[in-house]
């Protein structure tokens, strides 16, 4: 009984991440802010579960992926991050018109700027997420007189 339920559960997990996958073939520059953000998160090595919740609110606000395909959504990132086109697609965001890429790091900041119990704690965040989202804003050709933090969200769950 539990073999079937196992496999149940395999076979569901593949059907979307096919599904997610036909989605996001198509649309590079979206999975590429997707895994910027995303290594935002691993930027000091550790992934917390308040910046994944983060992640995961963000991606579906922005990016219309449903909280049920969260997992199918990390295992598609991992895959993609290691396809010889992927430092290409990431590099093609600052092709983006500047308000995409301001938002972008706008959502970098929101994921970075989460404290462990939660809130955000807005120009709180890490040393090593700092670093990095510093390096994302160059690489994307912003400025700091182009960008400016935008307020943060609370992502405290009641």
Not at 45 to 51: D, Q
Not at 66 to 84: F, G, I, K, N, P
Not at 92 to 97: D, G, T, V, Y
Request: with cysteine; aromatic share 4%; glycine share 4%.
């Amino acid at each position: 009984m539990k073999l079937l339920r196992n496999l149940g559960v395999a076979l569901t997990h593949r059907r979307r991440c096919n599904r997610l996958a036909r989605r996001l073939d198509s649309k590079p520059q979206i999975v590429a802010q997707m895994l910027l953000l995303f290594r935002t998160i691993l930027a000091d090595g550790i992934v917390r579960e308040k910046e994944m919740n983060v992640f995961s609110d963000i991606c579906g606000r922005q990016f219309g992926v449903l909280s049920e395909e969260m997992t199918a959504l990390h295992s598609y990132l991992e895959r993609w991050q290691r396809r010889d086109d992927a430092e290409a697609h990431i590099a093609s965001l600052n092709q983006l018109p500047t308000e995409q890429r301001r938002r972008l790091v706008d959502l970098m900041m929101e994921i970075a700027s989460v404290s462990s119990d939660g809130e955000a704690e807005p120009g709180k965040s890490n040393r090593q997420a700092q670093i990095f989202i510093s390096d994302a804003r160059t690489a994307l050709g912003l400025s700091s007189q182009e960008w400016q933090p935008a307020p943060v969200q609370n992502h405290q769950k009641a």
